[in-house]
């Protein structure tokens, strides 16, 4: 079983350009989310969703979008990248909303 | 609202003592409570859970016990190994979404 598989691994952007993180699960769940890790700040939710065609944002969802339009898939958009936004991102799925969570290898991100 | 409070680390330790991870909540209605490690360059996966008050969860040698009156949910470890240096999180779910503690980084020395 891949489980949830992200990608890519690690990226650099300029400050302003756009890119796409990969997420897909291949174990059905309903549930997935997008975190953001920082050094002392523990893992803070950007945006989640409890299934196909719903979203909603979490704790720090500003200059990230994300859609759901498959169960499989939760992309994350980030529309204009800046240095702020250099951080350890990671996918998250679950079966339900009280159940383990899977999660992806990370994505390292550096904007310059 | 909804936290998770654990201890700040780094916690050092030498092998084969006592762990104990500090970790408290504050909830509204009735949580679902993990711990989470996260070796090093790797995704965050499952440790132990409890979902009701008093359960005890464990694995490898882990246990925590779902304290309702204390709101709390300790890590501990009887007698640790270098292999289990990493980085640990508490959390728990609520309605829809899984809230993280700030995690406490471990180091077990030989």
């Known amino acids: 079983n891949a489980g949830v598989t992200q990608t890519p691994k690690f990226q650099v952007l300029k400050t302003g350009q756009s890119m796409t993180l990969q997420c897909a699960q291949d174990?059905?769940?309903?549930?997935m989310s997008w975190y953001r890790q920082d050094p002392g700040m523990g893992l803070r939710l950007i945006h989640y969703?409890?299934?196909?065609?719903?979203?909603d944002q979490g704790e720090v969802p500003n200059g990230y979008n994300v859609s759901r339009s498959t169960t499989e898939d939760f992309p994350l958009r980030l529309l204009s990248a800046a240095p702020s936004q250099t951080s350890v991102y990671f996918c998250?799925?679950?079966?339900?909303?009280?159940?383990?969570?899977?999660f992806g290898q990370g994505t390292r991100l550096t904007v310059v | 609202g909804n936290s998770v409070t654990q201890m700040e680390g780094p916690v050092t330790l030498s092998e084969e003592a006592f762990l104990t991870i500090n970790c408290t909540y504050t909830a509204t209605g009735y949580p679902s409570l993990f711990w989470y490690v996260q070796y090093p360059g790797e995704g965050l996966q499952l440790l132990l859970k409890?979902?009701?008050?008093?359960d005890k969860g464990s694995n490898k040698g882990f246990e925590a016990t779902y304290r309702k009156e204390t709101t709390s949910f300790h890590l501990e470890k009887g007698s640790v190994q270098v292999s289990d240096s990493a980085v640990y999180f508490c959390a728990l779910t609520v309605k829809d979404k899984i809230i993280f503690g700030k995690g406490t980084r471990l180091h077990i020395l030989p």
């Open positions: 409890a979902t009701k008050a008093d």
């Open positions: 998250a799925s679950t079966r339900a909303a009280d159940t383990e969570a899977f």
């Open positions: 174990m059905n769940h309903e549930y």
């Open positions: 969703s409890v299934g196909a065609g719903i979203t």
